[in-house]
């Protein structure tokens, strides 16, 4: 017989008191919210802001859904959290646009196709704003963080090696992998880095959008070695 204990949150998201309740349970799961995956555009030299209702941090888009660097295009959860019918509609208007840039489409026609899709965009994103703001990490959260917490479990680096790397001078997400390990796993930080950069933020009293990203290297999600072996030479 396993149990849990849920309890109320107040809107900073610390634990109200008198309102636990313990439930009979056959497993349990924990998740530190979602983030964008803008490994890709990090890796193309874009820039990128933090944006806490669309999830951290994203590459900065014009209205074109087209990053600073010039000709590529971010859309969908690459390019901020939004839902489904969000990702699909800033698809329609990048390959649009992009279709416009190759020729494939003259201007009047592009602007055409483009009208109706903005337009559905538009609801869309006030929505997502405000479902963001909602659900963006709370200070609560990183004060429930104990010494035995798990931060990292690629590599099993609990919060109080977290700490003690912040003790010895440690202020980014790049030294607290060389430190501590943390992000080295198959995950390469796609897990945890939330997390971290969560608890060097709380801990240094300095917001969120100061800890910047951590660096990207190929590939960029983890491929079988058997993959790479059956690659061509050249």
Not at 180 to 195: I, L, V
Request: glycine fraction near 12%; hydrophobic fraction near 40%.
């Amino acid at each position: 017989m396993r149990e849990v204990v849920t309890v109320a949150l107040d809107e900073d998201w610390r634990p109200v008191r008198g309102s636990e309740e313990t439930i009979e349970v056959t497993a349990a799961c924990f998740a530190w919210g979602s983030v964008p995956s803008i490994q890709l555009s990090q890796m193309c030299g874009a820039e990128h802001q933090y944006v806490a209702e669309r999830g951290g941090w994203v590459p900065r888009v014009s209205a074109d859904m087209e990053t600073t660097v010039p000709g590529i295009f971010s859309a969908g959860d690459g390019g901020g959290l939004g839902g489904a019918a969000v990702a699909v509609l800033e698809g329609r208007v990048a390959g649009i646009v992009a279709a416009a840039r190759l020729g494939a489409l003259s201007p009047g026609a592009a602007r055409s196709r483009l009208r109706p899709h903005q337009s559905a965009l538009a609801p869309l994103r006030k929505s997502r704003d405000a479902l963001g703001r909602l659900s963006a990490m709370r200070p609560g959260l990183a004060e429930l963080i104990t010494p035995d917490t798990v931060i990292c479990p690629c590599e099993g680096i609990t919060a109080a090696r977290v700490d003690q790397a912040l003790e010895e001078g440690v202020g980014d997400l790049g030294q607290m992998k060389r430190m501590t390990r943390a992000g080295m796993g198959e995950c390469q930080g796609r897990m945890c880095s939330p997390a971290l950069a969560h608890v060097i933020a709380h801990r240094r009293g300095i917001p969120l959008e100061a800890i910047a990203p951590p660096s990207i290297r190929p590939p960029v999600t983890p491929v079988p070695i058997h993959v790479l072996a059956t690659l061509p030479d050249e």
